[in-house]
């Protein structure tokens, strides 16, 4: 009888360790957190929490991803008629205040084009499609709307508008006024879990970070044409926000 007792109370033992473990836990804090447990998996107490800064800024860039393209029988027309309406839009990038250090070749593509013949059930070459696309720089947000215009106009019908990315140019500046913002929310979290836990907040032993994207894109249909009657392309920069996470764990003193 008193060695079935033993083995019963052998059983609740490992049972009241399992729920001592599981309740370390209980000091986490922060919702959807990420905290990688293989860096971590070291930590068997302490506390964990999420901190989180935010910072609102202007945008003071306009990224913006264009080009051209251009349909012919043959190819080498097709990069013909490509090759000028590019030619053009970079003409009117540069006429509208655009440095050449500003505009990078993104892709350049030449694809066959084909149709259906339902006579048949085959497919017929048609020609060769062209496209040359560039990623802009428009250093003057104000002007996003202008630049867009005038390509649109020297590129005309081969104008492809694929995107406006409007972001910052020196995002690192926010980024450590979001850090910082972060880490001091992640303390506050853990001073107030230390004071409700009686217990002493030690240093901190481990921090992930994680940041979001700062910029925020417009996309367009592609194919937009010039119409002189057609007034100025409003792109109104607005307010955009970065988010820094961290997450922490600090020791129990």
Known sequence: MKKG???????LAVLVLAVSAWGCGS???GSG??????????QNNGIWVTGVGKVTMTPDLAVVSLGVQAQASTVANAQQQAAKAMADVIAALKGNGVA????????YNITPVYSYDRDTGKQVLEGYSVSNTVTV???????AGVVIDAVAAAGGDYTRIN???LTVDKPEVYNEQARENAMNDAANRAKQLAKLSGVKLGKATYINESLNSSSRTIYFDSGIKAAPSVPTTPISPGETEITLTVQVVYSIS
């Open 5 to 11: 007792l033993l083995i019963l109370g052998t059983a």
């Open 27 to 29: 000091f986490s804090s």
């Open 33 to 42: 957190s990420d905290v990688n447990q293989s860096n971590i998996s070291q």
């Open 100 to 107: 050449d250090k500003d505009i990078a070749t993104q892709y």
């Open 137 to 143: 720089k428009i250093r003057t947000v104000g002007n």
């Open 163 to 165: 995107s406006i990315a």
